[in-house]
């Protein structure tokens, strides 16, 4: 409310109307107001957002970025770890004027980080939990190339084992990823400066040494980096939030009919056909014209013959011993449980 111009002002609940929802709790709020509640108690209360800088090159300097692949034609899958390894020293030795950086990113429950080793140093820092292991492959680059910046050396060569860092940077998009636009930007200054950079893929996990140190380090880092968080990683983890605080809610719901038919909020999935997909969603809640169209036209509830009970979905399919041998035939099995049929 104090950003007058703030894009979502219009969004914010007036203080006037606060009020008159404190006093009337039985009132649903607004989606901003219940989104609010949801993120307090939260780390979302205390992140900062990492803004886009959309016009970091003028159209006619954009950097154009590439990238080596001395692995290209061999699968990991089927190529033994030393036969990448042998590539990789030939390919030093075609490159041995250049002094190897590796960089490399690691996410794991509750910690992300990433690692830089050099032939003289080597720098691990750790990174806000909300961070995707894609943008910690792209700090680790980011912090290669700030640590280049005061060499007095002028040949180097980068070396990741990710790929879709590599990709995206060779794809340069105004909406591109803030961290790849940072790194565009050092590396455009630096090649001004006089610097020849090199970016070099490497696959992972096979024996090479500097990228086997780099993971090992990025896993332990404990030194945390101040730096804002791409919106895309902000997102993801409120989405997960999100869907974690409703499962819970859900959860609480042992009374619903609608818990025992869904105790999981995933989506079903949903079928090509709609008539199909309607039929089916309405045995799952139990409401069939069948079983409830006394409700509209005022008869009586209708009573199964053999079990002296009210019809419903769930007694004809599962309960029922007049439909025993319909369930055998299409089931196989004559006794069923509503999650055999959900």
């Known amino acids: 409310m104090s950003v007058s111009m703030h894009p979502i002002n219009q969004l914010a609940l007036p203080i006037g ?11 649903i709020l607004p989606f901003c107001e219940r989104a609010k ?31 080596l692949n001395p692995f290209s034609g061999f699968e990991k899958s089927s190529t033994a770890p030393v036969t990448f ?36 140093d080597t720098l691990s820092y750790r990174l806000h939990n909300f961070c995707s292991v894609f943008t910690a492959e792209l700090v680790a680059i980011f912090c290669a190339l700030r640590e280049i910046s005061p060499s007095n050396q002028r040949k180097f060569i980068i070396y990741t084992d990710s790929m879709s860092a590599l ?21 455009h200054f630096l090649r001004k400066e006089g610097f020849s950079i090199i970016f070099c893929w490497v696959p992972s996990h096979v024996g090479i040494s500097g990228n086997e140190i780099a993971d090992s380090i990025a896993k332990f880092a404990s030194t945390f980096l101040t730096q804002d968080i791409p919106y895309s990683d902000v997102k993801k983890s409120f989405v997960s939030h999100l869907h ?15 818990h025992f038919v869904k105790p999981f909020i995933d989506m079903w999935p949903i079928l090509p056909i709609r008539e199909l997909d309607v039929k089916l969603t309405r045995l799952r809640i139990g409401h069939t014209r069948f079983t409830h169209k006394h409700l509209i036209f ?45």
């Open 17 to 27: 109307l606060r009020r008159l929802y404190d006093s009337r709790p039985s009132h």
């Open 37 to 67: 509640m949801l993120l307090h108690g939260s780390d979302f209360n205390n992140i900062t957002i990492q803004s886009f800088d959309f016009f970091c090159f003028p159209p006619w300097d954009i950097p154009q970025f590439s990238y």
């Open 85 to 120: 390894q042998q590539l990789f020293h030939r390919h030093r030795y075609q490159y041995s004027s250049f002094i190897p950086i590796f960089t490399d990113g690691s996410k794991s429950d509750g910690h992300v980080g990433c690692g830089v080793v050099s032939p003289s």
């Open 167 to 187: 990709q995206t940077l060779s794809h340069y998009d105004i909406q591109m990823h803030p961290v790849a636009l940072k790194i565009l930007s050092i590396l």
């Open 244 to 258: 974690t605080t409703w499962q819970n809610n859900w959860d609480l719901q042992m009374n619903n009919k609608l």
């Open 298 to 342: 005022g008869e009586r509830t209708p009573v199964c013959p053999t079990c002296h009970t009210d019809f419903s979905v769930t007694h004809i399919l599962i309960e029922c011993p007049s439909f025993k041998s319909h369930r055998e035939y299409h089931f196989n099995s004559p006794s069923l449980t509503l999650q055999d049929l959900v």
